[in-house]
């Protein structure tokens, strides 16, 4: 329940880096170099790489650049699809790292670490909206359960609407 709500509160991140991405790419280019310089996994690492870099292949020659001095962004790299060929060599697709590379530390303001934790946990909690379509699917009873703790809450009053989108849908 707790997932979901976050998920639901945290969709504003989303939006801003698609916006960043349609209308703003040099500012999308700086939110994936602070991203992948402070992400704390692989796992979030790919969540940059699915979503950001996949939408900047066309900025093969500042990725290039980025690659050849930036250990994780190689990790990045190597964790999107349609990369590609000039940027293949670049790839780092080694799975399983248990010790990211020390972070180039760059300066991030506060918006854009507030942006990229937003869109870091809006990634972590992306099962919790899925789990409650399976369980409506699956196990009406269970998922009419979790509607009703999600409606009792009033710590989050914008949730009554999102419960209601996710619940008739």
Known sequence: VLDWQANKSLWWACERIFEMLEHD??????MVQVMAAYAPSQDLLAVVAAGPIEDLFNLKELMRDEAEKNARFRICLGSTYGLPPELEPFADREKGITTLPPARPIHATPEEISLMTAYFHYSDTMWASAYLKELNRKQPAEAL?????LLASREYPYVREEVFCDAFS
Do not use: K, N, Y
Request: proline share 9%; aromatic share 18%; no cysteine.
């Open 145 to 149: 359960f979790i509607l009703r703790l």
């Open 25 to 30: 790419r040099p500012a999308a280019w700086r």
